[in-house]
């Protein structure tokens, strides 16, 4: 078996839907028999402060960076503040990550098998290189994101910048210097090979959920009589609430929807336009949502079986470059999801495959109303939806077979 440094901007007890999946995977990995040490930051992002296996950090060097145990494994954590304290410096903690990474993982940790290394961040990919060349091992890169193209989709950076062209050298450079690439999607694979990265290293291996911590469970459960919730029609987001979600759209239905009186909206996360959204319903004056900071990783199956349609809204062209793991939840729940986002994306086409739900265009507010009251109007049909997506889900996503196709992975890396 191996020896498998996990090198990772978030992990437990942050709670994230990364830091949970690496999590999980670094658990099964484990219980498959590799040796696991991992290095990521200290809790900075949605902390989950009651994380099952998680046990306290440790202090060293005078806070420069914590120890801590989770499920048997080592965890390293550089210093790192959190979130509500670093939107104005973000890129002095990814300097100080990457400075520390590369520190401390050569004077704590011994040589290892495999470096496997997530993004985002791109820059992740350099150090997981250079941690690879460091401790002897072959480095295996995971493509949760495509960047540069997504900041492109964004609109944060157009092509004809040099800031562009110096993230699309380091991408290639990344992808051209990692033994193996794990994309999430077939459609993620397609631009790694275009960018003439020979396709017998890309192997794609989608995220996964826990079918079995996550499953379709009552509508009266105690978070929806908490929040008077068990009789209404209740619109669910649930995620990051950040610049790739189109809020806007979402805060106009809700507008639109006001008078009705059974259609309520939940927003249940954080993330950098948390505070903007908060503000815009308070000028609506709206009485027809519920807004939640993240729960604790106990509540979310509450979260999810609170929900009758669950939202997963992208702005135009940002579909292409990225994969909300909420979309494996959502179907895990057996909850009916509406996507909108692009049409020639690998989230649509799941949805179509699964029979799972409904799609609309992204950033139109008509056809996101209409399907919300055409859903509302359908109840036992949408009900139906959401089994078809827990059925695909527990057949192709679920956390036992993604993580056996990882574990495949490193034996074959390993022994050859």
């Given at each position: 078996m191996a020896r498998i440094l996990l090198h990772t901007l978030v992990f437990a007890p942050d709670g994230v839907s990364t830091s949970q999946l690496l999590s999980e995977l670094a658990q099964d990995l484990r219980t498959a028999g590799h040796e696991i040490v991992v290095l990521t930051t200290q809790p900075h992002y949605n902390r989950d402060l009651d994380a099952e296996g998680r046990q306290p950090l440790e202090r060293h060097w005078f806070g420069l960076y914590y120890t801590s145990q989770y499920h048997g494994m080592r965890v390293i954590h550089t210093r790192m503040r959190r979130k509500g304290e670093r939107v104005s410096g973000r890129f002095s903690d990814y300097l100080w990550f990457h400075t520390l990474s590369l520190l401390l993982g050569l004077l704590l940790i011994g040589r290892q098998d495999i470096v496997l290394a997530p993004s985002p961040p791109l820059t992740i990919g350099v150090l997981g290189w250079?941690?690879?060349?460091?401790?002897?091992?072959?480095?295996?890169?995971?493509?949760?994101?495509?960047?540069?193209?997504?900041?492109?989709?964004?609109?944060?950076?157009?092509?004809?910048?040099?800031?562009?062209?110096?993230?699309?050298?380091?991408?290639?450079?990344?992808?051209?210097?990692?033994?193996?690439?794990?994309?999430?999607?077939?459609?993620?694979?397609?631009?790694?090979?275009?960018?003439?990265?020979?396709p017998e290293k890309v192997v794609t291996i989608p995220n996964f959920v826990d079918t079995d911590f996550i499953r379709p469970e009552a509508k009266d459960n105690p978070l929806a009589r908490e929040l008077k919730l068990v009789d209404k029609f209740v619109v669910l987001y649930a995620g990051n609430i950040g610049m790739t979600q189109s809020f806007d759209m979402i805060v106009e239905v809700m507008r639109r929807l006001a008078s009705h009186p059974h259609i309520h909206f939940l927003i249940v996360g954080d993330g950098a336009r948390r505070a903007y959204v908060e503000e815009v319903i308070r000028e609506l004056g709206a009485t027809n949502v519920t807004m939640l900071p993240y729960q604790r990783r106990q509540v979310v199956p509450n979260i999810y079986a609170t929900g009758d349609l669950h939202l997963v809204p992208l702005m135009a062209g940002t579909a292409r470059t990225t994969i909300p793991s909420k979309i494996y939840t959502i179907m895990a729940s057996g909850r009916p999801a509406l996507v909108s986002v692009d049409h020639d994306s690998e989230l649509v086409a799941l949805v179509e495959t699964a029979s799972c739900g409904l799609w609309t265009p992204p950033d139109a507010a008509d056809a996101l109303e209409m399907a919300v009251l055409q859903a509302y109007a359908n109840q036992e049909q949408f009900q139906a939806y959401g089994m078809n997506g827990r059925r695909y889900i527990e057949e192709h996503y679920s956390r036992s077979a993604v993580s056996a196709r990882y574990h495949a992975l490193m034996r074959q890396l390993t022994e050859s």
């Open positions: 250079m941690l690879a060349r460091l401790k002897g091992a072959q480095f295996v890169y995971n493509v949760q994101e495509i960047y540069p193209a997504l900041m492109v989709q964004m609109g944060m950076i157009t092509e004809d910048t040099r800031l562009y062209q110096v993230l699309k050298w380091l991408e290639r450079f990344v992808y051209r210097r990692a033994n193996i690439i794990v994309p999430i999607s077939d459609m993620f694979k397609a631009h790694i090979v275009a960018e003439e990265i020979a």
